[in-house]
Nanobody, 122 residues
């Protein structure tokens, strides 16, 4: 079955760039109708959708994070990645990669990675 696994550093210094990768196994990231997403949850807060990359490589971002967020993919490795620039301690969170299915007006998240803790601290 399809599985998602996040990887990346657990500690990032303020003002640096946070880089995470999601490796997808058991299925291609180029399959139609799927959007590969990044979502985070900060301490004491709800889930925050950050952005996604579609099966055709199109990218979508949360308006509040768009200025310092970038999502890319490597189809040869079946991976997609997140870069968050100029991080602050407020970016400390558990980061999840997830798969979202969309067909017409029907969209839902149907697969999650286990999540990875990222702490922003000097």
């Amino acid at each position: 079955q399809v599985q998602l696994q996040e990887s990346g550093p657990g500690l990032v210094k303020p003002s640096q760039t946070l880089s995470l990768t999601c490796t997808v196994s058991g299925g291609s990231i180029t399959i139609s109708y799927y959007y590969w997403s990044w979502i985070r949850q900060s301490p004491g807060k709800g889930l925050e959708w950050m952005g996604a990359i579609a099966d055709d490589g199109s990218t979508y971002y949360s308006p509040s994070l768009k200025s310092h967020t970038s999502i890319s993919r490597d189809t040869s490795k079946n991976q997609f990645s997140l870069q968050l620039t100029s991080v602050t301690p407020e970016d400390t969170a558990v980061y999840y990669c997830a798969r979202r299915y969309c067909s017409g007006y029907v969209c839902f998240l149907n697969l999650w990675g286990q999540g990875t803790q990222v702490t922003v601290s000097s």
